[in-house]
């Protein structure tokens, strides 16, 4: 999960770089056709576009394409699940990440189910500040007591440091929500610890006060923590010209395809219609779309008469890039 959002759509207008993260066809049965999914300006928009890069992958990778999308845009580098975001949030969440190991703790809800267990999105929590921070307290002595450094970033942002965490390989909170861990949950070899002090977290959130007030209120518990993002802080670079957008998301983690398709041609009839304005007028546009599986980025670059008839020529139908991806 990608903290970091414009805070307003002018953020995103003045951006060069746009990055669509969960762009690509959900992959269930019933999948959107092309007729109901009609992107008029994304399909005006490819032909004025150069394909620059891929980032070819799979469903079973830790870190998803819109992950390793933005490390690329500002500077991370690491294998699959290794790119440091918990060092790098942290920082810019005014913590001093010095020289140590980082991990984000993501406060979640967990669902055990006679079939398994499935994760709630946490952004559906709804968790508000004050809530989080006396969870957050709660757990704070249990970490301590065994020299796990803890700290608290935002109210679905929670850090801990310990030398275990570095070269910890972990999945994205955006990989298991809606299914669950299986085959996702972290390979800990000797960092024995973690995993006690995870299960012994779970006991204390429980029955917390906090969670109690919650279930009274019709509201989900948070009763789970997941770790991710493990590794030492490295120098990210700026991305002031570079723009995420999440519209995308909700729906297609929670597997609404009608919603995901609304997102869509909402995103079709504002932010691509403005691409597409900007392009026409040749200025600088970078398109980064991601799927699930894989990520395409897309440059306006000066191109001469034939190449440009060429373009239009070759250029893919927006539902076949999707579909892709």
Known sequence: ?????????????????????????????????PEELALPNLGSLLPLLTQTARDEGDESTLTPPHERAFARA???SGADGLLPWAAYMASRDAIETLDLAWGLLTPLHCQVHADGITFSDPEALTLGASESH??????????????????????LRWYIAHESLAGLATASIDRVIGVGPDGMMPSLGGARLLPRLLSEAQMVLHDHPVNVERERRDRLPVNSLWLSGCGIAQAARRHSRLAIVNELRGPALGGDRDAWCNAWRALDEGLLRELLSRARRGEKVRLTLAGQRSAV???HLPLGPLDRWRRRRSAPAAFDLLASL
Not at 7 to 19: D, E, F, G, N, P
Not at 20 to 32: E, H, K, T
């Open 297 to 299: 980025q897309l440059d």
């Open 74 to 76: 500002i500077g991370l």
């Open 1 to 33: 999960m990608i903290a970091e959002q414009p805070a307003a759509a002018t953020s995103i207008m003045l951006a060069m770089h746009v990055l669509i993260p969960f762009a690509g066809l959900p992959r269930q049965q019933d999948a959107p056709q």
């Open 134 to 155: 006396a969870l957050f307290d709660a757990l704070r002595p249990l970490f301590a007591e065994e020299g796990v450094a803890i700290s608290w970033g935002a109210p």
